[in-house]
């Protein structure tokens, strides 16, 4: 398994344009957008550290269904089966592949973070960061096994649309964008049933000093639990298939 | 050397109302090369996925080396080259040999497994950047890597130039004569010709001629010096006729 996941991190690092995107686009639309809310409190939160969070985890869901999904191409390639007749078990294969996604949501919270601290001065004490980045990358258990249910199940064509759609829907609505402060109140109750709106939540809740909510962590797990039954049965409904 | 490495028997699979495989029984010997041809459709690529439990068969058993095919490919004991199968972008040439290396017991070394497969010099070269030709070699490295007691190969030589494809042979027939066990399909009689000690003749799913290439030749009814090309298609043209009119409905 050791070899598969180092294997699997040089692909990622000679490759980094999936790396590249996630960091990119929250680090820029902090950058330009920061500054509109800045007096306000968001999340209970300065808003340019609420901000930071929302989009350091809009990047990370992003970098995190992009790996996920993109198990799609490497079942198209012939790669899965190549794999399934050596003798590293499948499992191990599914388990590196989780992993390696989940690695690719710590980039772009490291540089959101570095960009809120130069052009908002955003502090946190060395503790605080920790636990940010530590809760910002376990946090996205979810996405991963949502990533690999859209990997899993569905074809190239189809995978990449549904994979963005999914994206797009699940950060919009669960207010890493925009904050959901902003929304109206049907959309407000509707973000906070999401785990995307949870995700972030554990990293306000700890910028701010507090433990997780338990509300949040159910929310998440439940959703943790659905895209686990979703990637398991998609697992095996892609292996059964040829 | 007769240890059985590969026992199909009364193996049937259908894929709707075709029967890829129809109660097909053979065994292949520890040591031979072993060549199985057929028409496009003749269920070769279907035994060979049923030989690697990629396909489960409908009835019928698999066993490689006397036990279950999952306990064999989680051993190590073999690897394959499949039509279907191919690497991701991204890694390089080292990186999928040092991958397959890592996860065989016994593998061999990495510079004398690119120079078996003819990639000395394309090492660091990325995967999604090879040619054809260069790919099946890197495929065929990759196979190669663990050492495997048995090597399964499904038409291995497709996309290689004709330099390519004399040294892949060589490269085969210097495995085999370790003791290693070896079965490819393949459309290119003369290499079953040059290359098995035996060949086994799929159509409609079924067997239809099976020994030394001089039997089949010999049982086709045509003279020794006769090409297998000839002998093929006696065998492939004249059986299935009863073959085809069962199958369809």
Redesign the interface.
């Known amino acids: 398994m050791r070899a598969y996941l180092t294997f699997e991190l040089r692909r990622l690092v000679r490759d980094p344009r999936v790396m590249f995107f996630s960091v990119i686009g929250p680090v820029a639309t902090y950058l330009i957008f920061s500054g509109w809310s800045a007096g306000d409190r968001l999340e209970g939160l300065a808003a340019p550290v609420a901000v930071m969070i929302g989009l350091a985890g809009y990047g990370a869901v992003a970098g995190v269904l992009m790996v996920g999904s993109a198990v799609s191409q490497e079942r198209a390639a012939g790669w899965l089966h190549q794999l399934r007749v050596t003798p590293l078990p499948s499992g191990q294969v599914v388990a590196v592949k989780a992993l390696i996604g989940s690695i690719t949501a710590v980039p772009p919270v490291i540089t959101v973070g570095i960009a809120a601290s130069i052009q908002h001065h955003v502090e946190l004490s060395a503790g605080r960061w920790l636990a940010l980045l530590l809760l910002m990358w376990l946090g996205t258990v979810p996405f991963a096994l949502l990533g690999l249910a859209i990997g899993y199940g569905l074809s190239p064509q189809i995978a990449v649309p549904v994979n963005f759609l999914t994206f797009l829907a699940l950060s919009v609505l669960g207010g890493l964008l925009a904050p959901a402060t902003y929304f109206p109140e049907a959309l407000q109750h509707l973000a906070h049933a999401l785990p995307t709106y949870r995700y972030a939540e554990l990293g306000w809740r700890s910028a701010a000093g507090h433990l997780p909510a338990p509300a949040g962590l159910a929310v998440l797990a439940a959703w943790t639990v659905l895209f686990a039954a979703v990637a398991a049965w998609s697992y095996r409904r892609s292996t059964a298939r040829r | 050397m007769n240890a059985v490495a590969v026992h199909l028997s009364g193996v049937t699979r259908r894929f709707g109302a075709v029967r890829a495989v129809d109660d097909l029984d053979l065994t292949v010997e520890a040591g031979t090369v072993v060549a199985l041809l057929g028409p496009n459709g003749a269920g070769k690529t279907t035994t060979i ?1 049923m030989m ?4 489960p068969a409908d009835t019928g058993t698999v066993t490689l080396f006397g036990g279950p095919v999952s306990d064999a ?4 004991r ?3 080259m ?1 039509q ?9 040439v080292r ?1 999928v040999v ?3 290396r ?4 016994h593998p061999l070394g990495t510079g004398s497994i690119l120079a078996t497969a003819g990639l000395e010099g394309l090492a660091s070269r ?1 995967v999604d950047r090879l040619s054809g030709g260069e790919s099946q070699r890197a ?1 065929f490295a ?1 196979a190669l890597a ?1 050492d495997p007691d048995l090597l ?1 190969l499904d038409e291995p030589t497709t996309g290689m130039d004709v330099a390519a494809r004399r040294q892949f042979w060589a490269a085969i027939r210097t495995y085999a004569a370790d003791g290693h066990t070896v079965l490819f399909s393949t459309h290119q009689l003369h290499e079953a010709d040059d290359v098995a000690d035996r060949v086994v003749v799929l159509t409609a799913g079924r067997i239809v001629a099976d020994g030394p290439p001089a039997e089949i030749r010999a049982r086709a009814g045509v003279s020794t010096s006769d090409s297998l090309d000839a002998a093929f298609l006696a065998l492939t043209t004249e059986m299935p006729a009863t073959k085809a009119a069962e199958t369809e409905h």
């Open positions: 996925a690697l439990g990629l396909v490919v989680r051993a190590g073999v690897a394959a499949l279907d199968a191919g690497f991701v972008p991204g890694a390089t990186d040092e991958l397959a890592a996860l065989y017991p990325r495929r990759f663990g399964v």
